[in-house]
C-alpha cells in the first residue's frame, strides 16, 4: 500500500501542466531597427514572438500551422532533450518533414527535469534570420538563487533583405570567398534604444539570449556588475563579470544588482564582435547602447566606453553546480576538421572532413525506425551526411579541429556537453594547431557544460558527453550561414532502443505532413525501401573542382567578374597576380564567358592590384 502511494505521488509529481499553443506562422510587417518596413515571420500576426514559459515535467502542445504560402516551415526548442520525443525536435530533414504551407505540426513533448533559460526558432535554412525565433523558459520552483525581479534581454543582427534573397546571393559563384551578408543592425529586445526600468536596491535576473543569426556580441553595462548563475540551461557556481560574450544561441542567466539610489540612469551596451565580418559598412552602428533607467525624468545616459574589449568573461572557467566529473575515456572518437571551399560549381561550401551536409531524401530519425537491422549500419544514412552510429551509454568524444581563420559556434542538439578542452586562437599567419590526445592540458575535473561553444580561430575544441538520450541529433555550427553551406553532421544514437521504443514511433499527424509535402517518411538516405544498403539515388555534394584549378584561381575569376559587372567589391582580397592561366582554365570548365568584359576585367583588376597596397 506504502509503496502505490508513493509511486502515485511520484506519478502526480512527475506529471506537470499541459500548454496547449496554437499558431500559425505568416508574413506580417516589422520595423525592429526603425530604418526598413520589411516582412517577418510572425505568429498568428504578432511579431516578436512571445516569451513561452513552462515548468520542469510540463508537457508542451504546439500546434505550428505554416501560413507562409511561399515556404516550408519547421520549429526546433533549443537545447532541450526531447526525452521520448526525438521526432518532436525540429531539424528539417533530420528528425522531421517539413511543415508545407497550410499543414498543421503537432510538436507534443514533455521538458522532462530540465530549467532554465532556452529558446525556440525554425530549423529551416535561415528562417531564424527572417524572425522565426522566440524566448522559452522553463521557470524552476526550486531556483537555487535569490531575486526579485526576472527580465528577459535578447540581442540579435538583423538584416534588411529576406532570406529567400539572401541565400541565393551568398551561395553564389559570384561570391567565392563565401563571405557572409553583413547585417543592416544591431538589436536589443528586438528594438533599438530600449529602456529597461529598474528599481533601486533590488536583484534582478536577467536572461540574456542571442538570438541572432550570425554575430556574437559583447555585452557590458555602465556601473553594472553580472552574476553568472546559468549557461544555456546549465547552473554554474556564481561568478562575476563586467564583461559577457555571447554567441548566437547561447544564453547567460545572470543576477544584477542594482542602485541604493535613483540618481542617474545608465548604459546597457551592445557590440558586435566584428572579427566575424568580413567588411565593415561604415554606416554599420557596432555598438547599441540600451538605457537602463531608474528615473525616466532624468537624462538618459549616451554611449558607455570600455577600454579593451578582452576582458569577457571565459566561460570555460565555469563550474556547473551539479558537479558532474569529466566522464570517463571515450568509447567513441569522432575527430572532424572545419574547412570552407569551393566546389566545382563555383560556390564555397563548408566542410567536415571534406563532407558538405547534404540533405537525404528522407528524414534520417525516420530511416533509422524503417530500417530494422540495418539502422546500426551507418551507410544507410548517406554518404554526404556525416552520420555516426552510437552505442546506447556510450562516452563520446567529439574533437573539432579548426582549419578555418573564423570563429564558430558548435551546438549539438539532445544533449549539453562537457567541454573539455578549448584552444587558444591560432593567428592567420601561422598554421592551424589540431588537438593532440597524446600532448594536451589536463582535462578540467568539473567540466564547463552547455549546448553551444564556439572554437577558436585556427584551434580547436572537444567536448565529451554520455550517449543516453536515443535520437537523431544534429551537430552544426549555429551560424546560420555556415550551416546553410553544410557545416553539419548527425548522431545517430541508439538506433536498436529508438526502433523497440512504441512513445518513438512517428505519429499519424507526422506521416500526414510527411504526405503533404511529398517527403517519403521510410527507406535509406536514397528513399529505396527495398534494399537498404543500396544507395543509388542518394543525394550528394557537387564534384570537387577539377584537378590542377585552385579555389584561389575561382575567387580570381570570380573576382574580375564581380567587379566587372557589378563593380562592387565587398569581399576578402587574394593573391591576383599570375592567374591569367588559371582563369581561362576555370572559367572554361565553369563555362563562363569573360571576354566580353575583358577591358572592364583588367581595368578592374588593375585598380584592384592597386587597391591591395
Ligand atoms: C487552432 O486555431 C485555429 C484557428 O483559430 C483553429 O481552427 C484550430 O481548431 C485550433 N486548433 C487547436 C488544436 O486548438
Ligand atoms: C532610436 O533613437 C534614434 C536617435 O534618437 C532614432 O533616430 C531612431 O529612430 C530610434 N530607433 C528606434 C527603433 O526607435
Ligand atoms: C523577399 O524578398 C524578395 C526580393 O525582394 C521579394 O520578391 C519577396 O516578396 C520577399 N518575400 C516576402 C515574404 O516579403
Ligand atoms: C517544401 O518541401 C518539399 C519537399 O522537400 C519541396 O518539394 C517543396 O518545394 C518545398 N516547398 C517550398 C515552398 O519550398
Ligand atoms: C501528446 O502525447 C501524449 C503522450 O504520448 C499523448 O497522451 C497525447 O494524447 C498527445 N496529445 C495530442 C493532442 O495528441
Ligand atoms: C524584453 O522583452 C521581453 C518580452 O517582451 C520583456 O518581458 C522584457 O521586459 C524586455 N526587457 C527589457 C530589458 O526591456
Ligand atoms: C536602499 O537600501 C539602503 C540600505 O538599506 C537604504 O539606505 C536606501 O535608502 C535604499 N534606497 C532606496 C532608494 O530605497
Ligand atoms: C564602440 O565601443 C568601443 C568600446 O567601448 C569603443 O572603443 C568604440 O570607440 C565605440 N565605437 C563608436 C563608433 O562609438
Ligand atoms: C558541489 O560541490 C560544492 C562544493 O564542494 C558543494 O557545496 C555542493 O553541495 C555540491 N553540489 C552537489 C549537487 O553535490
Ligand atoms: C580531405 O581531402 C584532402 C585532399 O584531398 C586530403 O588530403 C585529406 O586527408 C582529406 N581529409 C579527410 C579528413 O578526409
Ligand atoms: C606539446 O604541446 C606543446 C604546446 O602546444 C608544444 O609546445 C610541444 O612541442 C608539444 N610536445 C610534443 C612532444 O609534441
Ligand atoms: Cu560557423
Redesign the pocket.
Known amino acids: 500500500m506504502f509503496k502505490i502511494l508513493l509511486l502515485l505521488s511520484l506519478i502526480s509529481l512527475a506529471l506537470g501542466e499541459t500548454h496547449v499553443w496554437n499558431y500559425t506562422a505568416e508574413w506580417v510587417d516589422a520595423n525592429p531597427d526603425g530604418n526598413l518596413d520589411r516582412k517577418v515571420i510572425g505568429f498568428n500576426g504578432e511579431w516578436?514572438l512571445p516569451?513561452l514559459r513552462v515548468k520542469k515535467n510540463d508537457r508542451v502542445e504546439f500546434y505550428l500551422t505554416n501560413g507562409l504560402e511561399d515556404a516550408n516551415t519547421t520549429l526546433h526548442f533549443h537545447g532541450l532533450f526531447q526525452p521520448g520525443s526525438a521526432q518532436m525536435d525540429g531539424p528539417e530533414m533530420i528528425t522531421q518533414c517539413p511543415i508545407p504551407p497550410g499543414e498543421t505540426f503537432l510538436y507534443n513533448f514533455t521538458v522532462g527535469d530540465q530549467v532554465g533559460t532556452y529558446w525556440y526558432h525554425s530549423h529551416s535554412p535561415g528562417q531564424t534570420g527572417d524572425g522565426m525565433r522566440g524566448v522559452f523558459i522553463i521557470e524552476d520552483d526550486d531556483l537555487p538563487y535569490d531575486y526579485d525581479e526576472e527580465?528577459?534581454?535578447?540581442v540579435a543582427d538583423w538584416y534588411h533583405k529576406n532570406i529567400t534573397e539572401l541565400i541565393p546571393d551568398f551561395l553564389n559563384l559570384y561570391n567565392p570567398t563565401g563571405a557572409e551578408p553583413i547585417p543592416q543592425n544591431i538589436l536589443l529586445?528586438d528594438t533599438r534604444n530600449?529602456?529597461?526600468n529598474v528599481e533601486p536596491n533590488k536583484t534582478y535576473l536577467a536572461r540574456f539570449v542571442n538570438i541572432g543569426g550570425f554575430v556574437s556580441q559583447y555585452i557590458y553595462m555602465e556601473g553594472h556588475e553580472f552574476e553568472i548563475i546559468e549557461i544555456d540551461g546549465v547552473y554554474v557556481e556564481p561568478q562575476t563579470t563586467e564583461m559577457l560574450y555571447i554567441t548566437v544561441a547561447q544564453r547567460y542567466t545572470v543576477l544584477i544588482k542594482t542602485k541604493d539610489n535613483t540618481d542617474n540612469n545608465y548604459a546597457m551596451m551592445t557590440r558586435f564582435d566584428i572579427d566575424m565580418l568580413d567588411v565593415i559598412p561604415s554606416d554599420l552602428e557596432l555598438n547599441l547602447t540600451s538605457y537602463i533607467v531608474y528615473d525616466s525624468d532624468k537624462d538618459l545616459p549616451g554611449q558607455y566606453y570600455v577600454d579593451s574589449l578582452d576582458n569577457f568573461f571565459d566561460d570555460f572557467t565555469l563550474q556547473p553546480t551539479n558537479n558532474e566529473t569529466l566522464f570517463d575515456d571515450p568509447d567513441y572518437k569522432i575527430t572532424v576538421d572545419v574547412a570552407m571551399d569551393n566546389l566545382g560549381n563555383g560556390i564555397n561550401y563548408a566542410f567536415f572532413n571534406n563532407i558538405t551536409y547534404t540533405y537525404p531524401k528522407v528524414p534520417t530519425l525516420m530511416s533509422v525506425l524503417s530500417g530494422g537491422d540495418d539502422a546500426s549500419d551507418v551507410s544507410i544514412y548517406g554518404s554526404n551526411t556525416n552520420s555516426h552510429v552510437l552505442q546506447h551509454n556510450d562516452v563520446i568524444d567529439i574533437v573539432v579541429n579548426n582549419l578555418d581563420t573564423g570563429k564558430h559556434p558548435f551546438h549539438l542538439h539532445g544533449h549539453v556537453f562537457q567541454v573539455i578542452a578549448r584552444g587558444e586562437p591560432v593567428d592567420d599567419a601561422d598554421p592551424p594547431v589540431a588537438f593532440d590526445y597524446d600532448n594536451h592540458t589536463e582535462f578540467p575535473e568539473i567540466p564547463m557544460q552547455r549546448d553551444v561553444v564556439y572554437v577558436n580561430p585556427q584551434s580547436y575544441i572537444v567536448l565529451r558527453f554520455k550517449a543516453d538520450h536515443p535520437g537523431v541529433w544534429f551537430f552544426h555550427c549555429h551560424i546560420d550561414w555556415h550551416l546553410i553551406q553544410g557545416l553539419a553532421l548527425q548522431l545517430i544514437e541508439a538506433p536498436d532502443v529508438l526502433i523497440a521504443d512504441p512513445e518513438q514511433q512517428i505519429t499519424q499527424n507526422h506521416i500526414d505532413v510527411c504526405k503533404a509535402a511529398g517527403v517519403p517518411y521510410e527507406g535509406n538516405a536514397a528513399a529505396n525501401t527495398k534494399d537498404f544498403l543500396d544507395l543509388s539515388g542518394e543525394n550528394t555534394q557537387h564534384k570537387p573542382l577539377p584537378s590542377g584549378f585552385t579555389a584561389r584561381g575561382i575567387v580570381a575569376l570570380v573576382f574580375s567578374c564581380i567587379a566587372a559587372v557589378l563593380g562592387l567589391i565587398a569581399i576578402t582580397i587574394y593573391g591576383l597576380a599570375d592567374i591569367k592561366n588559371i582563369e581561362e582554365h576555370v572559367a572554361e570548365d565553369l563555362h563562363v564567358d569573360i571576354s566580353d568584359a575583358e577591358d572592364e576585367v583588367s581595368e578592374s583588376r588593375s585598380s584592384l592590384i592597386e587597391n591591395r597596397y
Open positions: 516578436p516569451v527580465v528577459v534581454i535578447t529586445n530600449n529602456t529597461w
